[in-house]
């Protein structure tokens, strides 16, 4: 398997091989020798690269994480919600709902949340611990 191309081209070299396309300077099995890369993934390249005019062009994609998605109403009634059910344990036998809960987010905000991540929310906010075996 050949390198990764950000690790086997400059991001320079890239874009001028991908503005000689855009002008039709170079052809396409030109572009995709001199890149060493096939056809679909030129094609994805100079659409990113076309997009890309306001931002700055990258070769990858950006990772984004969950939790900082979720909008601030959102987590603060999730909070909430944690909150109550952590303090009336006794009578939830310390469980959570999340389906419970997200459909709830989803009734109040229109904010479609998986209960996974509202799992892992209450994880990583310390409403949940695991327990190891």
């Given at each position: 398997m050949?390198?990764?191309l950000?690790?086997?081209?400059?991001?320079?070299?890239?874009?001028?091989?991908?503005?000689?396309?855009?002008?039709?300077?170079?052809?396409?099995k030109?572009?995709?020798?001199?890149?060493?890369?096939?056809?679909?993934?030129?094609?994805?390249?100079?659409?990113?690269?076309?997009q890309s005019?306001?931002?700055?062009?990258?070769?990858?994609?950006?990772?984004?994480?969950?939790?900082?998605?979720?909008d601030?109403?959102?987590?603060?009634?999730?909070?909430?919600e944690?909150?109550?059910?952590?303090?009336?344990?006794?009578?939830?036998?310390?469980?959570f709902?999340?389906?419970?809960?997200?459909?709830?987010v989803?009734?109040?905000?229109?904010y479609?949340?998986?209960?996974?991540?509202?799992?892992?929310?209450a994880?990583?906010?310390?409403?949940?611990?695991?327990?190891?075996?």
């Open positions: 050949a390198e990764q950000h690790k086997r081209v400059f991001k320079e070299t890239v874009e001028e091989v991908l503005k000689a396309f855009d002008i039709h300077e170079m052809s396409e030109q572009a995709c020798m001199v890149l060493g890369i096939k056809r679909s993934r030129l094609y994805d390249l100079r659409k990113h690269w076309l005019k306001d931002e700055p062009f990258t070769l990858y994609k950006p990772k984004y994480r969950c939790w900082n998605s979720i601030e109403d959102v987590g603060e009634f999730l909070h909430s944690l909150k109550f059910v952590r303090e009336q344990a006794n009578h939830s036998r310390g469980k709902n999340f389906a419970s809960l997200s459909e709830e989803d009734k109040r905000f229109g479609d949340l998986s209960r996974n991540t509202i799992r892992r929310f994880i990583k906010q310390g409403y949940v611990l695991l327990h190891m075996k």
